[in-house]
């Protein structure tokens, strides 16, 4: 019998996480769910495990991939999704407010990447998928410190993509546009406006939800997959054309 194939998932406890997660629980692989949200390690199947991690924290990143390992063995396919989504006009961002988004959105991959990588080398194959955003190919305002994250994020994975691709390991980011989550509910109350201008963008003219990036997902994880990588996949309803 094959073992299945172990994924991490960050971020997971709602939204787009948890629609990952949950995916590729259905497709029979073993999932490790993070978020600060989750209060204990538990195993919530025999092949789910859910645990509490601040991914901001190289510590607590190491804990929780070492947990995986003990319970699943080695991390095959890592996908980091955790991230936050602050509007503000750049000149009231605190350089509390920037750090913070960075080590969120950035440190976060970083952290994850060093942690999983050397036994996705060393076995020779590995997929590594990190959210982006399209907002970095559009300059939106009032989201400096936001778009800067996740061009970040583009070029890490890039680098990142350059250096392990002989060893069997893909690199690739996802773009979405504003998606239709609990964490940014408060968006579509207090500025709806900004919604329907994304909409409007689309060439697909709805809001988009997270099973609209399930199906992207799932190839950049697969074998079929193999010899793409160091690429940014924009699945934001045509609103970025290239």
């Known amino acids: 019998m094959v073992k299945p194939r172990t994924v991490i998932v960050t971020g997971a406890a709602r939204g787009i996480g948890a629609a990952i997660a949950e995916m590729f629980a259905g497709q029979g692989y073993n999932v490790a769910s993070a978020d600060l949200h989750f209060a204990d390690f538990k195993m919530e199947s025999s092949s789910t495990l859910i645990g509490p991690c601040d991914v901001r924290d190289s510590d607590s990143v190491s804990q929780f991939v070492r947990n995986v390992e ?12 955790a991230g936050i989504y602050p509007m503000q006009p750049c000149q009231t961002i ?39 955003s399209n907002t970095f190919f559009m300059g939106l305002p009032n989201m400096a410190h936001y778009i800067a994250s996740k061009g970040a994020v583009i070029g ?74 160091g690429q940014t996949l924009v699945v934001d309803g045509g609103t970025v054309k290239h």
């Open 70 to 81: 003990d319970q699943f063995g080695p991390a095959d396919i890592m996908v980091n999704n």
């Open 94 to 132: 605190s350089a509390d407010d920037w750090r913070r988004v960075m080590a969120t959105n950035v440190d976060s991959i970083f952290h994850f990447c060093q942690a999983t990588l050397p036994a996705m080398r060393e076995r020779g194959w590995g997929r590594i998928i990190n959210i982006s």
């Open 156 to 229: 890490l994975s890039r680098s990142l993509a350059a250096e392990v691709g002989a060893d069997g390991v893909t690199v690739n980011c996802i773009a979405p546009n504003f998606t239709r989550t609990e964490g940014t509910a408060i968006v579509e109350r207090e500025a709806p406006e900004v919604v329907a201008q994304t909409v409007a963008s689309q060439a697909i003219p709805r809001v988009a939800v997270p099973a609209d990036l399930l199906g992207t997902v799932s190839f950049l994880a697969s074998d079929a997959a193999a010899f793409m990588t």
